[in-house]
T-cell receptor, first 113, second 113 residues
Framework: NAGVTQTPKFQVLKTGQSMTLQCAQDMNHNSMYWYRQDPGMGLRLIYY???????DKGEVPNGYNVSRLNKREFSLRLESAAPSQTSVYFC????????????FGSGTQLSVL | KQEVTQIPAALSVPEGENLVLNCSFTDSAIYNLQWFRQDPGKGLTSLLLIQSSQREQTSGRLNASLDKSSGRSTLYIAASQPGDSATYLCAVSSEWWDDKIIFGKGTRLHILP
């Protein structure tokens, strides 16, 4: 069972470079999420998608864009990376109703120099 | 704005002890609360989900309780084992229609052999 798959696992960027983090789930979930996790700050919601074709901002959306490509895939793009975006990024998904468990990917560790 | 707090940030206990982890939230109008486990360098795994209408949920040696009116939840771990060492996070969903999930910063638990 693949669950939630994130690629890449590690990435180093230079300031100003762009990149896209990929996320795919094979559980037929409607809702998908992007979080970042920083020491002392906990998990913070960047963007989420309640269903295919919809996206909404979370707590910390600045500097990021997302695409819900289809029901399975939800990508996170950094257009011009900044050192403040150094973090561990997690993708998550759930069926769609609020009373369902959230499933996480294994994360992407991103460093911006 | 919903805020979720977990105290203490870190805890060390000898193997075999029963222990309680605490989670508090500022807005009692929650839809559900989840407890997660995170191992170093890994994603989060959902342990228990308590709906707002429930008082507790149990899974093996884990028992989670919810007191909405006081804005508190506890995770009870019975007969702790070294394999229980991890970071435990709680998270709340505030409305059935609101897809945002707000996390606490977690309690890092170390079980001493």
């Amino acid at each position: 069972n693949a669950g939630v798959t994130q690629t890449p696992k590690f990435q180093v960027l230079k300031t100003g470079q762009s990149m896209t983090l990929q996320c795919a789930q094979d559980m037929n979930h409607n809702s998908m999420y992007w979080y970042r996790q920083d020491p002392g700050m906990g998990l913070r919601l960047i963007y989420y998608s309640a269903s295919e074709g919809t996206t909404d901002k979370g707590e910390v959306p600045n500097g990021y864009n997302v695409s819900r490509l289809n029901k399975r895939e939800f990508s996170l793009r950094l257009e011009s990376a900044a050192p403040s975006q150094t973090s561990v990024y997690f993708c998550a998904s759930r069926v769609g109703t609020s009373n369902e468990k959230l499933f996480f990917g294994s994360g992407t560790q991103l460093s911006v120099l | 704005k919903q805020e979720v707090t977990q105290i203490p940030a870190a805890l060390s206990v000898p193997e075999g002890e029963n222990l309680v982890l605490n989670c508090s939230f500022t807005d009692s109008a929650i839809y559900n609360l989840q407890w997660f486990r995170q191992d170093p360098g890994k994603g989060l795994t959902s342990l228990l989900l308590i709906q707002s209408s429930q008082r507790e949920q149990t899974s093996g040696r884990l028992n989670a309780s919810l007191d909405k009116s006081s804005g508190r939840s506890t995770l009870y771990i019975a007969a702790s084992q070294p394999g229980d060492s991890a970071t435990y996070l709680c998270a709340v969903s505030s409305e059935w229609w609101d897809d945002k999930i707000i996390f606490g910063k977690g309690t890092r638990l170390h079980i001493l052999p």
